[in-house]
């Protein structure tokens, strides 16, 4: 499995940017797709983007593409999520997870960051 501790959540007005970073350790590293989901109150974990940690590999929801970017940095084993053009239905806790390349399910988690985007 993979470890996973999230940083970089806030407050920050409607129109503005946040940076999350997941910084990563494991064996499977290398091999795995590292992902960032959120869970709004009273609503279910979605899926917000992944990268494969080689890199040939991006996905966004349909609500994020043009404004978040994910990226990643293997020299610093480090995942970010760059949120840009934020919006009020982006307040969420945000998580980290990751999962082999060739499953469909995520098996580590980190343990959250709260984003908060007043309007």
């Known amino acids: 499995q993979v470890q996973l501790v999230e940083s970089g959540g806030g407050l920050v007005q409607a129109g503005g940017s946040l940076r999350l970073s997941c910084a990563a350790s494991g064996r499977a590293l290398s091999s795995s797709v590292l992902g960032w989901l959120r869970q709004a109150p009273g609503k279910e974990r979605d899926f917000v983007a992944a990268i494969r940690w080689n890199g040939d590999y991006i996905r966004y929801a349909d609500p994020v593409k043009g404004r978040f970017t994910i990226s990643r940095d293997s020299a610093k084993n480090t995942v970010y999520l760059q949120m840009d053009s934020l919006k009020s239905e982006d307040t969420a806790v945000y998580y980290c997870?990751?999962?082999?390349?060739?499953?469909?399910?995520?098996?580590?988690w980190g343990q959250g960051t709260q984003v908060t985007v007043s309007s």
């Open positions: 997870a990751a999962r082999p390349y060739y499953l469909y399910g995520w098996n580590s």
